[in-house]
């Protein structure tokens, strides 16, 4: 036990980005972490348990008051294994550590425990705080008794690792079948079919109920007809048991629910002392086949220094999984989730009178539409964190940069257009998508673009100026770059923050202070135009300094 508690000790501390110890900069980040807290994972959980409160009172009528909670914590089960798969796949068997630890006399099975825990309660943090907040919904809208509360606070705690054993069951046998295999993007790809499956099996659980709106499948919860629900009360069949433990009050459910999930844990240890070694030297022999004849001369082209530096960064981007889908592919959310919205909602009499009321310029549709864009613009180029770890990609080489025949200058401007190419293109799209459908006043369409143009200039230069203070390096492997990235949290907390003090003066000075629609615009459009010219001269120039700062 020493051996596996001592090993995730190691794991854990050295996954975590190290906070500046520069006081200045410590002080920052502190202040930073504060505004993530208040301004990110507070507000998720108060929408969460909200939305539990909302779902039980209107289940309680209908004589099924635990139905939207298990179905809040089916659904967050699935996810969490489509998404913990690839995080699995990679702890277990693709981290540089494994060629250190495989020589140490620690035996397999406690190599497999530390990392699986590790991986657990990295992966469950954020898990842990939305189910507190929707047990306390729950609770507030149904009784509690002692052993209710009970579950919930154990379930708080189980409720994330069956989908976690699944997938290290899964990335288990897979490794240990398939030896033969020397191409890993086939592990990539299981996370992607998983989540394709969770989603048409979804829509095919509402189209059941006829058209897909809230209601039905409410409606579907409480009468237990939900097909999807039902499909995944087989694959995480303990949460029935928990949720029998908390509707009752009743101990026994709870005993047999904690045994069960101690069993499953133990037997996923049983059969990786078994397959996980095997695994691990199947892994060793990735990637030894030649992969291409000789280079010569005719394969060699010149190129600009700016063109092949931006190239560069694209492949770096794209040859990992990690980085292609969390900072490129995720981009494609925002066009095709509005294309879907609209195809969804198209017939709905709500949804035809607003498109009608943005395209006769009616103040508050248009006021709405227009706050969307701005903040939709924001979160957009945070989310990706194309910027925010514009230098962590560098990884343990950072400090090729100060050597490379580029000025600084020009490394900024090479990071902000491999942003530029990955972030905005989507969301003007998704712009063009909206602005189309409805026909609007086509005066507000280069308005749109040049707004949210602006805004992703503002997002950029602040996730390039976090990244370049305080770069996360000593990173293991592209996904602890990601996970592990503080300055990837703390972007996307200052620009919800900017988006709402831009957004909410003038909507306020609109709604209480008479402001028209024309005023409106020009106050919010003059706030971030002067924004954007105060961050254009005070970041640049920073984040130059920033990079002398880190030889």
């Not at 904690?258 to 996980?276: D, E, K, P, Q």
């Not at 794209?318 to 889908?325: G, I, V």
């Not at 903040?375 to 990706?384: R, V």
């Not at 370049?468 to 990235?485: F, I, K, M, Q, V």
Request: glycine share 6%; hydrophobic share 55%; net charge positive.
């Amino acid at each position: 036990m020493n051996n596996i508690f001592s090993l995730y000790s190691v794991l854990a501390k050295n996954s975590e980005m190290k906070v500046p110890k520069n006081e200045e900069k410590g002080t920052l980040y502190l202040s930073l972490g504060i505004i993530a807290l208040s301004c990110i994972m507070i507000p998720c959980c108060l929408i969460v348990g909200y939305v539990s409160y909302i779902i039980t009172k209107a289940l309680i009528a209908a004589g099924a008051p635990t139905g939207g909670l298990l179905a809040q914590i089916q659904i967050m089960s699935a996810f969490s294994m489509i998404f913990g798969i690839l995080v699995i796949f990679n702890v277990l068997f693709f981290s540089s550590d494994r060629e250190h630890l495989m020589p140490l006399p620690i035996k397999t099975s406690h190599i497999l425990t530390a990392k699986f825990l590790y991986s657990y309660v990295a992966e469950s943090i954020m898990e842990f705080m939305i189910l507190v907040s929707m047990f306390i919904g729950f609770f507030i809208a149904y009784k509690a008794s002692i052993v209710s509360i009970l579950s919930s606070i154990v379930g708080v705690v189980f409720i994330p690792l069956l989908p976690m054993v699944y997938c290290a069951l899964i990335s288990l046998v897979i490794m240990s079948t398939l030896k033969g295999i020397k191409n890993p993007k086939l592990f990539n790809h299981i996370s992607t079919l998983l989540l394709i499956a969770f989603v048409v099996l979804f829509i095919f659980s509402l189209k059941e109920t006829g058209n897909i709106t809230i209601d039905n499948y409410i409606n579907s919860l409480s009468d237990g007809s939900n097909s999807f629900s039902k499909m995944l009360n087989v694959v995480f069949f303990t949460v029935p048991l928990l949720l029998k433990a908390i509707e009752g009050g009743n101990i026994l459910y709870l005993l047999l629910y904690i045994a069960i999930n101690i069993a499953v844990f133990f037997l996923m240890i049983f059969i990786g002392s078994f397959t996980y070694e095997a695994g691990l030297f199947a892994v060793g022999s990735m990637g030894s086949r030649k992969k291409g004849g000789a280079v010569v001369a005719k394969d060699i082209k010149q190129t600009g220094i700016l063109k092949a530096y931006i190239r560069k960064d694209f492949r770096v981007i794209l040859r990992t999984r990690a980085f292609a889908s969390n900072c490129l592919y995720i981009n494609l959310i925002w066009p095709l989730g509005l294309f879907a919205l609209i195809m969804a909602n198209k017939d709905k009499v709500g949804f035809i009178k607003f498109s009608s009321y943005f395209r006769d310029n009616v103040p508050g549709a248009t006021i709405l539409v227009t706050i969307g864009i701005v903040a939709l613009s924001f979160i957009a180029t945070a989310m990706n964190s194309l910027a925010s770890t514009a230098f962590t990609r560098e990884g343990a080489h950072l400090d090729i940069i100060h050597y490379l025949p580029i000025s600084y200058k020009d490394q900024i401007l090479a990071k902000g257009m491999v942003s530029f190419i990955g972030s905005y293109p989507f969301i003007a799209l998704t712009i063009l998508i909206w602005c189309i459908y409805t026909a609007c006043n086509p005066l507000f369409i280069p308005l749109y673009l040049v707004l949210s143009l602006a805004c992703f200039y503002i997002t950029c230069l602040l996730g390039l100026y976090m990244d370049s203070l305080h770069p996360y390096t000593e990173w293991d492997d592209e996904y602890s770059a990601l996970r592990g990235n503080l300055n990837n949290f703390f972007n996307m907390a200052i620009v919800m923050v900017i988006s709402v003090i831009i957004c909410g003066i003038p909507f306020l000075l609109y709604n209480f202070a008479g402001l028209s629609l024309t005023a409106f615009i020009i106050v919010l459009v003059s706030s971030i135009c002067i924004l954007t010219i105060l961050c254009h001269t005070l970041l640049s120039k920073a984040i130059i300094r920033n990079i002398h700062a880190l030889r």
